[in-house]
């Protein structure tokens, strides 16, 4: 095919396709009622969330009822014959049944709960929770006034994070709270939410004259609570693994619970101590050669001061023997000429020992001139604590590094206020 027949074309028929797309046509396809596809909608229900903006974004899956189902649907008096269902309905409750109420997601604040349907409809009764799942009650944050419980999930565990190429050695209690939502993926502690309540503040009954929220229409079985239980574990050792920064340049890791910006700031501390550690160290070894080189420069201004003081000697003593020779004196001409001629070497002495000090002086010179490149150099590598760039770092436990003190229902309690209700 010509690059031509390739390329983005505007007309109705064939056109071009994107890579992805092509790519996703080349996988297999999965069946629609197995776990894949549930994991898939899930995903989707992820991204479709931050597209509509809002946190219920639910999926049903149309098809064959299984047997489960249906022994469901008899439980809850739905396939009963007509004038039947209320009676059943109200058994359905009793026995932990459920309501289709559309309440928000959110622990936080609620809108005002929709009336109960005709399913499970039990008013405020407390609902028969199964043995086989735990019960507490969340201590109320503001007591007063009348309160309205609502079923949420609370698991609690005790984690240990190590980590010796970190040097990280902390241990965790995890308490979340999660809301389990109708759909094909009921619990997924990835939407959980910091409980803000300690285990040891759970009570054991409700507040006198509290009202309860009906169960969600969610299995409650045995399994499934195990299945719970599982994916808590599965999610502490990997969405709830302890995440933190590391700086490559000053090799230093944040410590549990610092933040970036925290950590930002004593990476840039102790780069700058590095630094001026650094600027010392250099000035402490170029120090050393300076002072060699200042020691060398005065032996060599001794032997220029030592040269002249001969030369003007010789100097003297060569002029009193020419005048004493031209006066009739017994020295002989050569005398005089061997005189002049210590007097030249003299000169030449001084001036290689001037050369000498002048050499020494460069090097002194040329020294702190490198000493004095390599402090501006170092100073030059002062980063600041926005222009570091960290690594991301995730200590994973491992099964033995959690124990799970408590997987069960935890009821929260609300109140009214302001036509909403808020966690009490």
């Known amino acids: 095919m010509t690059p031509s027949e390739t390329g983005r074309f505007f007309l109705p028929g064939p056109t071009e396709v ?8 080349t996988r297999p396809m999965i069946g629609h009622r197995g776990r894949a596809i549930e994991e898939l909608l899930a995903r989707i229900a992820s991204g479709l969330a931050v597209v509509f903006q809002t946190r219920w974004v639910m999926s049903y899956l149309a098809g064959p009822m299984s047997r489960e189902q249906i022994a469901r649907l008899g439980e809850l008096g739905l ?13 359905g409750a009793g ?7 559309t ?18 409809a039990g008013g405020d009764d407390r609902p028969i929770v199964p043995p086989h799942l735990p019960e507490l009650f969340a201590p109320a944050a ?5 309160v309205r419980y609502y079923p949420f999930l609370l698991g609690v565990a005790d984690v240990l994070y190590r980590s010796k190429t970190h040097g990280v050695d902390e241990e965790r209690r995890v308490s979340l709270l999660l809301e389990p939502q109708e759909g094909p993926v009921p619990v997924e502690w990835s939407r959980a939410e910091e409980a803000g309540f300690a285990l040891e503040e759970a009570a054991s009954s409700p507040a006198a004259g509290a009202g309860f929220a009906p169960l969600p229409e969610v299995p409650l079985n045995a399994k499934a609570v195990k299945e719970w239980g599982e994916l808590f574990e599965r999610w502490l050792r990997t969405g709830g693994a302890l995440r933190l920064w590391r700086d490559p340049a000053s090799k230093l890791t944040s410590r549990p619970g610092e933040s970036e910006q925290e950590f930002r700031l004593r990476c840039a501390q102790a780069a700058r101590e590095a630094r ?4 010392a160290k250099l000035r402490e070894r170029y120090g050393a050669k300076i002072a060699a080189a200042d020691k060398r420069m005065l032996r060599e201004e001794q032997a220029v001061a030592r040269e002249q003081q001969q030369l003007q000697a010789r100097a003297v003593n060569v002029a009193g023997t020419v005048l004493g020779a031209f006066l009739g004196g017994r020295r002989s001409l050569s005398t005089v000429a061997n005189r002049a001629a210590q007097g030249a070497k003299d000169v030449g002495d001084v001036q290689r020992a001037k050369e000498r000090y002048a050499a020494a002086a460069r090097e002194r010179e040329e020294l702190e ?3 004095l490149a390599e402090v501006e150099e170092l100073q030059r590598r002062t980063v600041h604590p926005e222009d570091l760039r960290l690594e991301p770092v995730v ?3 491992t099964s033995r590094d959690v124990a799970v003190r408590y997987l069960g229902l935890v009821w929260v309690p609300f109140a009214r206020r302001e036509e909403r209700w808020e966690r009490a």
């Open 18 to 25: 994107h890579p992805d797309v092509l790519a996703a046509q």
């Open 79 to 91: 396939n009963a014959p007509p004038g039947a269902g209320a009676a059943a309905a109200g058994e």
């Open 95 to 101: 026995a932990g049944g459920v309501a289709s109420q």
């Open 103 to 120: 309440e928000p997601a959110s622990a936080a604040a609620r809108s005002e709960p929709a009336a109960p349907s005709a399913v499970g």
């Open 142 to 146: 503001r007591p007063g006034g009348r």
């Open 276 to 279: 001026d550690a650094a600027v």
């Open 369 to 371: 001139r490198g000493m």
């Open 395 to 397: 200590v994973t436990p």
